[in-house]
């Protein structure tokens, strides 16, 4: 088995020690994102995810109503939410199925996005941070993640090393 900094070296040849900095700190930190927004979750007894849900506008807001309105589906969307978004969040952190983790990190960002999208003449009750038009920070944390699919950090530094071996 390849050392560890014979496992970067190979796979700095490729991308710069720059790039991969770069990399694994937007892996750990969006991690942090989610794990984070998942245990707040998880620790406040009163959370429900029925107000975002019924505050949805556009094509698919009928759809997230839907799910608020039946008391035993909102249940499973709220352990579904933080669950997804603890493990994703531990998945990006530790490097552990990282492109599974990724990939179940957009499959979220993509539903979060199409319950609230930033378009004209959309207005929610929730309160937003600023004034987006089309991309929103939902989109490009969502992109992130799609970057993040795309090179194995997680293979170089992280359990999937272990898992999988190395593969650059």
């Known amino acids: 088995m390849l050392s560890l900094l014979t496992c970067i070296s190979l796979f700095i040849m490729k991308y710069s020690k720059w790039q991969f900095t770069a990399l694994l700190l937007l892996r750990v930190l969006i991690g942090w994102h989610f794990l984070y ?3 707040v979750k998880l620790v406040n007894p009163d959370w429900s995810s029925i107000g975002y849900l019924l505050d949805s506008k556009w094509i698919l807001a009928g759809f997230f109503h839907s799910l608020a309105a039946n008391p035993a589906v909102l249940n499973v969307v709220d352990f579904l939410n933080v669950w997804g978004l603890i493990i994703v969040g531990l998945g990006l952190i ?3 199925f990282t492109r599974i983790s990724a990939i179940g990190g957009m499959v979220l960002l993509g539903f979060y996005f199409l319950s609230h999208p930033p378009f004209l003449n959309l207005e929610y009750v929730l309160p937003s941070e600023g004034s987006y038009l089309i991309v929103n920070k939902t989109l490009l944390e969502l992109i992130s993640l799609w970057v ?10 992280g359990i999937d090393r272990i898992i999988f071996g190395v593969t650059e």
Do not use: K
Request: hydrophobic content about 50%.
């Open 94 to 96: 530790l490097g552990v």
């Open 148 to 157: 993040l699919c795309l090179f194995p950090t997680g293979r170089i530094i």
């Open 37 to 39: 927004e998942g245990l």
